[in-house]
């Protein structure tokens, strides 16, 4: 099983550009995440879907956009990209809040704004 | 607001035991977690213990939770280079929405020495 594959893996971006990053799971889960990783400061979520068509605000929404038009797939939008979203930034999926709560990652997107 | 922490760097020698230490605040926590991020990967979830249990243990991993000062650790015996890592405690709770909402502390980089 592929489990969660995120694309692309590296990005380089000049400040004002956009671009979206990818996350894909097969594992049918309903719940899916975009997490932001920076040194020092652990894991940060920045937008979440509890199900296909449904997305919410994370504790550090702002600059960021996402869609869940199909249950498999969880996209990430950067509008107008900027240095402080330089960060490796990860999709996670669970099942939700029925079980033990297992969150199950991509290997990470590192996105560098130049 | 939920807020869990956890010292930034542990250096053990190879075969002695490492502890690893996590305060978190939100005491309706039903699940907490230790997830393990090797260099250039996602996270991984190592462990995790039911909020009714003070302890769990699984070969060589013991997590030991102490509810009445949000106190969670982790202990490696018998510690080998493999583990050398980022280890995450994280704990699960609702969010505002009833969503489930993971938080994670800042990772303690996990350092064995041969």
């Known amino acids: 099983n592929a489990g969660v594959t995120q694309t692309p893996k590296f990005r380089v971006l000049k400040t004002g550009q956009s671009m979206t990053l990818l996350c894909a799971q097969d594992m049918n889960h309903e719940y899916m995440y975009w997490y932001r990783q920076d040194p020092g400061m652990g894991l940060r979520l920045i937008h979440y879907s509890v199900g296909e068509g449904t997305t919410a605000k994370g504790e550090v929404p702002d600059g960021y956009n996402v869609s869940r038009l199909k249950k498999q797939n969880f996209l990430l939008g950067l509008e107008s990209a900027a240095p402080s979203q330089t960060s490796v930034y990860f999709c996670a999926s669970s099942r939700g809040v029925t079980n033990t709560g297992e969150l199950f990652f991509g290997e990470g997107s590192r996105l560098t704004v130049l | 607001g939920e807020d869990v922490e956890q010292s930034l760097f542990l250096s053990v020698r190879e075969g002695d035991s490492s502890v690893i230490n996590c305060t978190y605040t939100d005491s309706s926590s039903t699940y907490l977690y230790w997830y393990k991020q090797e260099p250039g990967a996602g996270l991984q979830l190592l462990t995790y213990?039911?909020?009714?249990?003070d302890m769990k243990q699984d070969q060589r991993l013991t997590v030991l939770l102490n509810k009445k000062d949000k106190h969670l650790s982790l202990r490696i015996a018998d510690t080998q280079t493999g583990d050398s890592a980022i280890y995450f405690c994280a704990e699960n709770g609702r969010g505002s929405g009833g969503y489930q909402k993971v938080t994670f502390g800042t990772g303690t980089k996990l350092q064995v020495i041969p």
């Open positions: 213990i039911f909020s009714n249990m």
